[in-house]
């Protein structure tokens, strides 16, 4: 498993914007696929976005279409989520994660490693 640390979450307006990242500890961080996962209050855990080990293939919740960018640096064993035109309703906890795998998954339980989470609040 690599261990993952989020940072960037924050409180901001509607229509506002913030960029996450998660840092990886592994010097395996471009064999994982990694993903974006968010959980808002009393919802359960649901997919945002996801990206394959080279970054040239990527996967988004209809939700976040548009708005939502994913990348990658694996020089930097870092992955980002560049969130625009932020809504009230995509305040959650934020969290990222890693899956030993050549394909993309956006379930929950495609995916063996998590970070601690970060909070995104959006104020309308």
């Known amino acids: 498993q690599v261990q993952l640390v989020e940072s960037g979450g924050g409180l901001v307006q509607a229509g506002g914007s913030l960029r996450l990242s998660c840092a990886g500890s592994?010097?395996?961080?471009?064999?994982?696929?990694m993903a974006w996962f968010r959980q808002g209050p009393g919802k359960e855990r649901e997919f945002v976005a996801a990206?394959?080990?080279?970054?040239?293939?990527?996967n988004y919740a209809d939700s976040v279409t548009g708005r939502f960018t994913i990348s990658r640096d694996n020089a930097k064993n870092t992955v980002y989520l560049q969130m625009n035109s932020l809504e009230p309703e995509d305040t959650a906890v934020y969290y990222c994660?890693?899956?030993?795998?050549?394909?993309?998954?956006?379930?929950?339980?495609?995916?063996?490693?998590w970070g601690q989470g970060t909070q995104v609040t959006v104020s309308s």
């Open positions: 994660a890693a899956r030993w795998a050549l394909t993309i998954s956006v379930v929950v339980t495609g995916y063996d490693s």
């Open positions: 592994e010097r395996t961080f471009s064999n994982h696929v």
């Open positions: 990206i394959n080990r080279s970054g040239d293939s990527t």
